[in-house]
């Protein structure tokens, strides 16, 4: 009852103050939605068709018209057609970045397998990125249409030294070859010998034919939101240490454990609602800046369960710190320091394999890599309870700990 | 009316350096972001990869095409490949997140690829681990196209040699040689033609033009986050401006014989002088850590540096001046700092985007800093290509200042 009373007291303190409710639901939601923007905003710009200048100096020829026909192939480039002069008045006034020129007998020089070269010329304006994009493109088409070329020309010189035995016993003659190269060339263009199919493990999508993860985890955001409000539980015993309402609240016939659970609840409930809000406001908001809404999986009991152990895995953490912080230095920016390199390391921020195997191996002794697994487990593998029963214990191995030595360590005075 | 501002600045820049907490977020802490994203998205600092994917390979075929296939993924340095033989075995582990990704080599692989009968590869993708598993795939696609290439041609061969009238006489070991001997040659002529193909490729730089560098992603990370936080400091400023307000010291200073602008101008001087030591640091780590480049333009350099800090203090004036309270000055200046740092562009050049994004992005002073700082340091750029830039977080630092000067209130 008594810890009650204190939960009410913090709460109101809490709601009433406006500013604190901004930092704890408006920064994460705008947070995440300037990501997911800016995230969109990146694969919208690699999507981008880039306009390629073209000069050829070999209209009309067999390979050149291919090479075009090729490079506008769906490949993510849109050639247009410029004069030599032009395109190079063009370039070096910054009205056009790049031009990529067909020298002259480009066809003739191919077919008789005399080497020639295709030459991308950039100017002020091309960054090296788009110089790269294009690049590979052009050496994909020009290496494929050269081995096509020299393969048929060294199967038919083959053919040509055999050309004195009889014709009985001339096997690679140049227009079996050719026929050949030519029926599986098309063929190739269309299904290639061996392609690779990707899908989702059995197991996952057993019996859901719309098991359609997205790719984009708001999970991370609000498990490092989450983990952000334990400073507003070590700022509020902090403060009250301060001022010495700690003692006077200790003076009252109130247990100690009656105190620090009064302090723990209110900031327990606003984690859940922290995340709870976080997530709904993901699931409408997202589509409208043009990302997948995320997918909650098919355990309500699996989400309730890890989202109460990380709000009170929170909350402990807000105890130690309380109780650990000397400074307002310390509950403020070293804590802020601190748990936001717990969530990158813990994954909740970029996939944890870009970070390396030695960042990854310390990502696992923090709080944050547990819950990010039990989201993952739930929301994107379509896990139950039973997936995330060392996730669960793990949380509440750390909220156990925290709140041990928070107790021990908490000078109320 | 200088000796007044440099003493009231002296004094704020001691309370700012004081504040062990506050040196953590302003300096610590855009240091480390960007020493991490620098080190995850490059290869900066260091020159191994330390980066590792695990992967199962389940090879049902008992030829050669899927020995040559599951050997090459073995041998890739990124991944560290775990052999099964039970394909359900391997969607479970994968299903449970212990590889990003399964590949599937099915029976009968190589006598297909003979028969020049199409095949396909499985890839099973741990949808907690996309990002991985789209790397798994880059590989195998990659390892695939030589044995694809291998498969067509020995399939060519065969088919021309089969159209020999005395084919089917033969004896079926001479044959075989005779094949296996022809694709011996051709295999070393495909990669004799690779080394020089019939159609080059060449690149070059017409008069004017930069040579492109490959793009270091430590030239963007630690502009991108210098710029972030010295926007996070305008909740700082604004915050002791308005405790001086309430706690009546604003008053004191204001009836001491010191002119007005004296006061503001040493606020403003304290939190520039903040956005120097930012700078400083963190480029000097930059260039100490990653060898990151400095420019060729100090003066430039300068420029950007002093029109950076303007915005800032003058933005902390504007917040002091229109939040009612310290605490919610602290708060909004939080909230005001991360939708700089996202919008700005400091997770992902946004201001390079497309389209309304782009336009949105170039509203804010921060999208100018970084664009600026990553120009000097990654391409080099005079202080005449710079200038815009520089005018750009003027005009804000103008626009800034003057809408504070007419809402300050020095007293209530």
């Known amino acids: 009852m008594n810890a009650l009373n204190i939960a009410y007291k913090d709460l109101m303190m809490l709601l009433k103050d406006r500013g604190q409710l901004i930092t704890l639901f408006l920064v994460p939601i705008g947070f995440i939605l300037a990501f997911s923007a800016a995230f969109a905003a990146g694969q919208e710009l690699e999507a981008q068709v880039i306009a390629v200048p073209v000069v050829n100096l070999d209209p009309g020829g067999e390979m050149s018209t291919l090479l075009l026909q090729q490079l506008n192939d769906d490949r993510g480039l849109q050639t247009e057609d410029y004069d030599q002069a032009q395109a190079a008045a063009d370039l070096s006034d910054e009205t056009i970045k790049l031009v990529l020129t067909i020298p002259s007998g480009f066809s003739a020089d191919v077919q008789a397998g005399k080497q020639t070269t295709l030459r991308l010329a950039y100017g002020p304006a091309a960054s090296d990125s788009e110089v790269q994009a294009v690049r590979l493109v052009v050496d994909g088409i020009a290496s494929d249409l050269s081995l096509e070329t020299q393969l048929v020309g060294g199967l038919s010189q083959m053919g040509a030294m055999m050309g004195d035995a009889p014709a009985e016993v001339r096997v690679f003659t140049a227009e079996r070859i050719a026929t050949q190269a030519e029926s599986q060339f098309e063929r190739a263009k269309t299904t290639p010998l061996v392609a690779l199919s990707a899908k989702w493990p059995d197991q996952i999508t057993q019996g859901r034919e719309d098991f359609n993860p997205s790719s984009f985890g708001v999970a991370g955001f609000a498990i490092m939101f989450a983990f952000l409000s334990a400073q507003t539980t070590a700022a509020s015993i902090f403060e009250e240490r301060k001022e010495g309402t700690f003692r006077r609240l200790l003076a009252a016939p109130l247990g100690k454990w009656e105190l620090l659970a009064g302090k723990m609840l209110p900031n327990f409930f606003l984690a859940i609602l922290q995340m709870v809000i976080i997530v709904a406001a993901s699931l409408v908001l997202l589509p409208l800046v043009g990302q997948q809404a995320p997918t909650l999986g098919n355990s309500p009991l699996g989400l309730a369960l890890v989202t109460i152990l990380v709000a009170l895995c929170s909350t402990s953490l807000g105890i130690l710190l309380g109780a650990l912080c000397r400074t307002e230095s310390q509950v403020g920016g070293i804590s802020s320091v601190f748990l936001w390199i717990a969530g990158m390391v813990g994954g909740a921020f970029i996939p944890a394999f870009v970070l390396g195997d030695f960042l990854n191996a310390i990502g696992k002794v923090v709080p944050h890599y547990w819950a990010m697994q039990a989201y993952n487990d739930l929301m994107l593998r379509g896990g139950g309870v039973g997936d995330i029963l060392l996730e669960l214990g793990v949380l509440a191995g750390f909220a156990a700990v925290f709140f041990a030595i928070g107790l021990r360590r908490l000078r109320f005075a | ?412």
């Open chain 2, 1 to 412: 009316m200088i000796r007044n501002s440099l003493a009231v600045a002296w004094k704020d820049l001691l309370i700012v350096l004081k504040d062990k907490g506050a040196l953590a977020v302003y300096f610590l802490m855009p240091l480390l972001f960007a020493s991490l994203l620098g080190m995850a998205f490059g290869n900066a600092g260091s020159d191994e990869t330390t980066i590792e994917i695990a992967a199962l390979v389940v090879n049902q075929d008992n030829g050669a095409y899927g020995q040559m296939l599951a050997d090459g993924l073995v041998g890739t340095e990124l991944l560290v490949v775990e052999e099964l033989s039970d394909a359900t075995l391997a969607d479970e582990r994968v299903a449970g997140g212990e590889a990003a990704a399964a590949l599937v080599i099915p029976t009968g692989f190589s006598q297909k690829i003979d028969a020049g009968e199409p095949v396909e590869i499985t890839i099973i993708k741990d949808p907690a681990q996309q990002e991985a598993a789209s790397i798994v795939a880059g590989i195998t696609n990659q390892a695939m196209a030589e044995i694809g290439m291998l498969g067509e041609l020995r399939f060519g061969i065969h088919a021309v040699l089969a159209q020999a009238p005395e084919y089917d006489q033969a004896p079926p070991e001479l044959v075989q040689a005779y094949e296996a001997q022809t694709l011996g040659v051709m295999w070393t002529q495909v990669q004799q033609m690779r080394q020089s193909p019939v159609i080059a490729v060449s690149d070059e730089a017409v008069e004017g033009a930069e040579e492109l560098q490959p793009w270091d992603p430590i030239t963007y990370y630690i502009p991108s986050f210098t710029v972030a936080f010295a926007f996070f400091l305008i909740g700082q400023m604004a915050k002791t401006l308005l405790q001086e307000k309430e706690e009546g010291t604003l008053r004191r200073l204001m009836s001491s014989p010191m002119p007005r602008g004296a006061v503001i101008g040493g606020k403003i001087l304290a939190y520039m002088i903040v956005v120097f030591l930012q700078v400083i640091v963190l480029f000097s780590a930059g260039y100490a850590l990653f060898k990151m480049p400095l420019g060729e333009s100090p003066l430039a350099f300068l420029g950007l540096t002093v029109a950076l800090a303007l915005a800032s203090a003058s933005l902390g004036m504007l917040l002091g001046a229109l939040c009612r309270s310290s605490k919610q000055a602290d708060q909004m200046g939080m909230v005001l700092g991360f939708v700089l740092l996202a919008l700005g562009g400091s997770i992902f050049p946004l201001f390079r985007a497309p389209g309304f994004m782009g336009i949105l992005s170039r509203m804010t002073p921060s999208a100018w800093g970084i664009e600026g700082y990553m120009g000097l340091v990654a391409d080099g750029w005079t202080l005449a290509e710079t200038a815009p830039n520089i005018l750009a977080l003027l005009g804000f630092a103008v626009v800034f200042f003057g809408i504070a000067v007419w809402r300050f209130k020095f007293q209530e």
